[in-house]
Each structure stands twice: as structure tokens, then as C-alpha cells.
């Protein structure tokens, strides 16, 4: 190595140096967070791209439904199985009256609800479905503590239906899935607890319109914190919902990333963002029915600055409807923290009454009773033994079920498809990008350095030439490969031994690279509000990468990739995302997402196997302790007319 580049190379790769925009930086994380905010400032600046008339927003608005129903697990919507509504007993006082119920909102996936009405009821009423926030109850369900909102509806003349939610309900399901319980193979699944909140709301409304009692053209919903966001969800996917009061329950990429607010928040405030979503676009599918978004003036997890911008975005798509915005939509803000707040209350109560009663007269509360928790269960005892709710996120997303093909033909037609699939739904990143601000230099010399693969992301490379061969293996480094380049492996030093080049791609939040994250998992939880994952960007990096060398060779001309565990894993997309890439080795790779790489939505597609087995005909080596775990990727190969090559680990 030459003098100069030996220097270049030990400065960067020094503990006290990491890059940034544009070369060597101090050794923290202010490089991820500017892309990260960039990123979602960038995502959000596109509300209302290219809209400028109510027929412009009409004409985007049927396929951002279906975008917005895929990314809550929701596309197809599933079937509307027979509800079984079942009332396990009433409570009876002077103006009102509980009915306890509990419906499946899907086979066995278990709803507890309390029904408040009025006590002599005649004709149908309007009704006002209610959800809660993260109050915990235990055994009572999160709806008891709220159960001041249905008795003020009830005893104004409305049917209030107050849902449990997943995780706080007579039943506890999960909602902190991802951190607390080390869930993430739910970004690969594309679950999130949102799905289930918004189809339980969906079901509760098919049960509301069910009853005789209520008038299926006079629905509202409304609830905060959690229920605030619930709100959203549910008005968003089903339009029988005439009037939406969201409190505290929505922000934007602005806040959530850019001024890191996420962590506040558990997994039921957040869809898979796969479409790149300006956040605001979910409460957008709303318009223009009659909206008021309510929040507190010191609202920590919900800022007030995102709430002004949400005010604009909102308003300028309502004006597209009405010379009078403010008639459908407005915004409300009482003094005070993150708290269920008797004004805020009161304030939701007069926008119902304006638009389900016709009725705009100032509203009070008045002394309600308080009934205690244990009398408004659903189920007193025993929970139903036949429940699914504690393992919905396993069950929720229906997953591919398909014969695999048996021959070249049809080995081709599959192939196709889940190759459609994977860049529509996992790997919307272009290969390409334009030309970066240095090319890597990777002639007859060693090399060591930095190399951009997007705007504010540098990754690290380390070259060793090759002996008499035109050939060079790729390999994407793990820790130990990105902090230990004098101790390569056996596996990595094998890939040489004819004179192969090696070109180690360390990619970001790797080695020297590493993110501190001092907010627990704020960078792996925000990628998927940006539609990433922190996996899928540093495939990204290698792609990149790989596709660069490929299109400037010097030395080498030919190149194949490898790499162990999750990452021969991402090896092997990397080779389909670049087909120029000759051949692939993956070196005990995992056998299901569900322990890694997490791409987003991919098992909707494909598992590691069928995956390795889209790279036929071209050769693959897999070296596993496994190989029975593989048996799908050498059916698939079969099929092509190949052979897979697995070797067992020595």
C-alpha cells in the first residue's frame, strides 16, 4: 500500500473517526439522525404532490386506499366472518343502561365491548363508537376507564360502543411487540397491532349497523392517546363513519423522527410505512368528512408543532371541498399535559352533537356516576379457552400458501412474480443512483476507504487485489469482519485461495460505523416509518456497491458475493437485485426471517429458502449444519434444471 493511502487507511479506520456528508467526523451519531431527519422531512414536504384540484386528489385517492389498507396488514380485507355478538349481561340505572358484549371480529379473535344507551330508547339514535386509551385496568379492560365517556352519550340521546384494545383488554394481546419483546420479525411480516385495532374497529361497525336501535347513516368515532390514533385508523378504512374526533392520537414524520419523539409511543401507533407515506396522508383518507383534531397544549409525545402542521396540510385538501373549511374541519387545544381532560371532552361532545344531531348549543358534563370496573366485564370468569388474541401477530397477516414449481417453465413464471413482488412491496430503492462523489479505486493496489451510497450514508471498503484472476468476491462484513481485518475467517481467507480479489463492504451501523442510539432502538424503529429497515439500508449499501464496481471494472471484471448468518442472507438479494453478480455463498445463513435479515413485508413474498432459490440457475453454495432446513431452495433449483451445492460446516 502506498505511502499515502496507508495513512488515509489508518486514519479511517481509527476508533476517533467515522463520515459524514462529506468526509471524516466525530465518532457519534448525528450522521444517522441528519439522514433520518432529512429522510422524513423529505417524506412529509410530499403531501399533496402534484395536487392541485379536488379531481387531481379524486383520482389518487382510490389506489392510496388500498396502500393504506396493505400497510396495515389489511389487503385484501378479510373476510367478514359471522360476528357472534354475544351479550353476557345489563346493567340498568335510572337514564342508561351497559350492555356487556363480546364479538369475534375475526374466528376466535375475541372483542370485548361495553354498550352504553339510553335506558327507554325508541326509533334508531345515533351511535358513537369509542376507543380507548392505554389505561390499564387488568382484568377489567382498558374501556373502564373510560366508561364516563359512554355514560355522557348515553344519557344525550346516543348508543356509545366502547372497545377494549389488543393489549389492555379483558383478553391481553401485544402491542409492544418489537423493543419490549424483541419482535421484529414483525417489519419482515408487516404486522403491526394497528391492522388489528382498525379491523376490530371496522367489525365493531358492522355490529352497530347491525342493531335496530341504530341509525347506520349517523356514526361517529372519536377516543385518545391510543384511541386517538385507533380513530384515525378506523375512520381512514371505512367511510360509513360520518364525523371523526381524534384526540391526541397522530403526529408527524416530522416529530415521530426528526425531533425523536417515537419512543414515546408503542407499535399500535404506527402502520409499516412500505409506500413512503407523508404521515399526514392517513388522516387525509378522512376528507372531507367532518373532522375535529383535539390535543393538549404540553402534550409531550404529541407536540404542538406537528399538530400546526397537520392544521395546514388538512386544511389546505378541505378547501379543495369548501369555500368554508372550518365548517368540516378545525382543531382544538386546551392548557394541560397528555391527559383525558374534561374540556377536551367537551369539545368532542359539541362537534358530534353539530354534525350527527344538527345541534351547535354549548354542552356541559354534569356529576356521571361511576360504576366499578369489575360489575363492566365482559367475561367475569373464565376467558374463552379457544382465544387467539395473545398470538394474533402470528395469524393476523395471511401468508403466501402455493405449490412450487416443477419445471423450467413454471419455475420462470413463479420467479417473475416474486421478483415483482419483493420490488414492489420489500426493495423500493433504486439499484442505481447517480454518480457518487468518488469512484472507488480498485486496481493492482490494496485499498482502504469510504464510499457514499446515499446522501449523508458513507459505508467502508477494504480491497486486496487479486493474484493472476480477473475475478473478486464481495463480501458483506458483520462486527467481527468490520473490527478484526487481520483475522479473516476461514471461510472469507477460502474465497481467495485462487486467486480471487476481496472487496469487504462494511455497511452502516456496523464496526467503526456503529450507532451509539442512546434512545433505545430509535434508529431500527424509525427506518420503518421511512419504509426501511436497518437491514434493507445496508443491503442497499452492498447493492450499491456491487453495482458500482461492476459497471467501472479495473482489475477485476467479474464478481461474485458472499457472506455468513443474516448476511449470506442478504448476499443472496444482492445478487438478485444485481444479476451481474456471478455466483453466491452464503455461510450458515439464517433459515427464516423471523431470525434475520428483517426486510420489510418480505415474508408476504418469500422465506429464506424460496429466496435462495430465486438465484437459479445461477451456482450457490450454502454451507449449513442444516441442509434439511433447505430443502425448498434445492426443489426450486430442481425445478430450473440446476443444482444447489450445500456443504456441510466442518
Do not use: C
Given at each position: 500500500m502506498s505511502r499515502h493511502r496507508l495513512a488515509f487507511a489508518l486514519l479511517l479506520f481509527s476508533p476517533a473517526v467515522l463520515f459524514g456528508q462529506s468526509g471524516p467526523q466525530p465518532p457519534d451519531d448525528s450522521a444517522i439522525y441528519r439522514y433520518l431527519a432529512a429522510e422524513a422531512r423529505r417524506l412529509d414536504g410530499r403531501f399533496l404532490e402534484n395536487v392541485r384540484s379536488r379531481a387531481d386528489w379524486e383520482a389518487i385517492r382510490p389506489l392510496l386506499k388500498r396502500q393504506y389498507l396493505e400497510m396495515l396488514g389489511l389487503w385484501p380485507l378479510p373476510p367478514r366472518t359471522p360476528l357472534k355478538a354475544t351479550v353476557t349481561g345489563t346493567l340498568e340505572f335510572d337514564d342508561f343502561v351497559v350492555e356487556k358484549i363480546h364479538f369475534q371480529s375475526m374466528p376466535r379473535l375475541y372483542v370485548t365491548a361495553n354498550l352504553y344507551r339510553p335506558r327507554n330508547v325508541e326509533g334508531r339514535l345515533p351511535a358513537v363508537l369509542y376507543l380507548c386509551g392505554h389505561a390499564g385496568r387488568g382484568r377489567d379492560g382498558n374501556k373502564t376507564a373510560y366508561q364516563h365517556h359512554g355514560i355522557w352519550f348515553a344519557k344525550h340521546g346516543y348508543i356509545c360502543l366502547m372497545l377494549d384494545t389488543l393489549q389492555l383488554g379483558e383478553i391481553a394481546g401485544i402491542h409492544h411487540g418489537t423493543y419490549r419483546y424483541n419482535r421484529w420479525w414483525w417489519h419482515s411480516l408487516g404486522y403491526t397491532p394497528a391492522g388489528v385495532e382498525c379491523w376490530n374497529g371496522i367489525r365493531a361497525v358492522d355490529y352497530l349497523v347491525s342493531r335496530p336501535d341504530v341509525?347506520?347513516?349517523?356514526?361517529?368515532?372519536?377516543?385518545?392517546?391510543?384511541?386517538?390514533?385507533?380513530t384515525f385508523w378506523i375512520a381512514a378504512a371505512d367511510e360509513r363513519l360520518k364525523v371523526a374526533v381524534p384526540v391526541s392520537g397522530m403526529s408527524d414524520l416530522e416529530d415521530y423522527v426528526a425531533n425523536r419523539v417515537i419512543n414515546g409511543h408503542c407499535d399500535c401507533m404506527f402502520l409499516v410505512n412500505t409506500y413512503r407515506w407523508p404521515w399526514t396522508y392517513i388522516a387525509a383518507l378522512i376528507v372531507p368528512r367532518p373532522m375535529l383534531f383535539l390535543n393538549s397544549?404540553?402534550?409531550?409525545?404529541?407536540?404542538?408543532?406537528?399538530?400546526?402542521?397537520?392544521?395546514?396540510?388538512?386544511?389546505?385538501?378541505?378547501?379543495?371541498?369548501?369555500?368554508?373549511?372550518?365548517?368540516?374541519?378545525?382543531?382544538?387545544?386546551?392548557?394541560?399535559?397528555?391527559?383525558?381532560?374534561?374540556?377536551?371532552?367537551?369539545?368532542?361532545?359539541?362537534?358530534?352533537?353539530?354534525?350527527?344531531?344538527?345541534?351547535?348549543?354549548?354542552?356541559?358534563?354534569?356529576?356521571?356516576?361511576?360504576?366499578?370496573?369489575?360489575?363492566?366485564?365482559?367475561?367475569?370468569?373464565?376467558?374463552?379457552?379457544?382465544?387467539?388474541?395473545?398470538?394474533?401477530?402470528?395469524?393476523?397477516?395471511?401468508?403466501?400458501?402455493?405449490?412450487?414449481?416443477?419445471?423450467?417453465?413454471?419455475?420462470?413464471?413463479?420467479?417473475?412474480?416474486?421478483?415483482?413482488?419483493?420490488?414492489?412491496?420489500?426493495?423500493?430503492?433504486?439499484?442505481?443512483?447517480?454518480?457518487?462523489?468518488?469512484?472507488?479505486?480498485?486496481?493492482?493496489?490494496?485499498?482502504?476507504?469510504?464510499?457514499?451510497?446515499?446522501?449523508?450514508?458513507?459505508?467502508?471498503?477494504?480491497?486486496?487485489?487479486?493474484?493472476?484472476s480477473n475475478h473478486g468476491w464481495i463480501v458483506i462484513a458483520d462486527e467481527s469482519l468490520a473490527t478484526a481485518p487481520e483475522r479473516y475467517p476461514a471461510w472469507v481467507s477460502g474465497l481467495t485461495a485462487d486467486g480471487s480479489a476481496l472487496l469487504v463492504v462494511v455497511p452502516r451501523g456496523v464496526g467503526p460505523l456503529a450507532w451509539q442510539d442512546p434512545a433505545p432502538y430509535f434508529v431500527r424503529r424509525s427506518m420503518v416509518l421511512l419504509g426501511r429497515t436497518v437491514d434493507g439500508t445496508r443491503l442497499l449499501d452492498v447493492v450499491r456497491v456491487a453495482d458500482h464496481v461492476l459497471r467501472h471494472p479495473e482489475?477485476?471484471?467479474?464478481?461474485?458475493?458472499?457472506?455468513?448468518?443474516?448476511?449470506?442472507?442478504?448476499?443472496?438479494?444482492?445478487?438478485?437485485?444485481?444479476?451481474?453478480?456471478?455466483?453466491?455463498?452464503?455461510v450458515n445463513p439464517t433459515t427464516s426471517h423471523r431470525q434475520g435479515p428483517q426486510l420489510l413485508n418480505v415474508l408476504r413474498i418469500v422465506d429464506v429458502p424460496e429466496a435462495l432459490g430465486m438465484l437459479a440457475p445461477r451456482p450457490l453454495t450454502i454451507v449449513t449444519d442444516r441442509p434439511e432446513a433447505f430443502a425448498t431452495t434445492a426443489a426450486l433449483y430442481r425445478a430450473c434444471g440446476a443444482e444447489v451445492r450445500i456443504e456441510r460446516n466442518n
Open positions: 341509525d347506520p347513516d349517523r356514526i361517529a368515532v372519536t377516543g385518545r392517546s391510543g384511541g386517538g390514533a385507533a397544549g404540553r402534550d409531550r409525545i404529541f407536540p404542538m408543532d406537528g399538530n400546526e402542521r397537520i392544521r395546514q396540510r388538512l386544511e389546505r385538501l378541505y378547501r379543495l371541498y369548501t369555500d368554508k373549511p372550518e365548517e368540516l374541519f378545525d382543531v382544538g387545544t386546551v392548557p394541560g399535559p397528555h391527559r383525558d381532560q374534561p374540556e377536551l371532552r367537551l369539545m368532542a361532545y359539541r362537534w358530534i352533537n353539530r354534525h350527527l344531531k344538527g345541534s351547535n348549543e354549548p354542552v356541559r358534563e354534569g356529576d356521571l356516576p361511576k360504576i366499578e370496573g369489575k360489575l363492566l366485564r365482559v367475561f367475569p370468569e373464565e376467558l374463552p379457552a379457544d382465544q387467539i388474541n395473545t398470538r394474533i401477530d402470528e395469524l393476523f397477516i395471511r401468508l403466501p400458501s402455493e405449490r412450487l414449481p416443477t419445471d423450467p417453465s413454471g419455475y420462470a413464471v413463479w420467479r417473475a412474480r416474486k421478483l415483482a413482488d419483493l420490488k414492489r412491496l420489500v426493495f423500493r430503492d433504486p439499484v442505481r443512483t447517480d454518480s457518487p462523489p468518488a469512484a472507488l479505486v480498485l486496481g493492482t493496489e490494496p485499498y482502504e476507504g469510504a464510499f457514499q451510497t446515499e446522501p449523508g450514508i458513507h459505508v467502508l471498503v477494504r480491497y486486496t487485489p487479486p493474484r493472476d482489475a477485476v471484471t467479474r464478481w461474485s458475493i458472499a457472506g455468513s448468518g443474516a448476511n449470506g442472507v442478504l448476499s443472496a438479494y444482492a445478487a438478485l437485485l444485481v444479476p451481474e453478480l456471478e455466483r453466491v455463498r452464503v
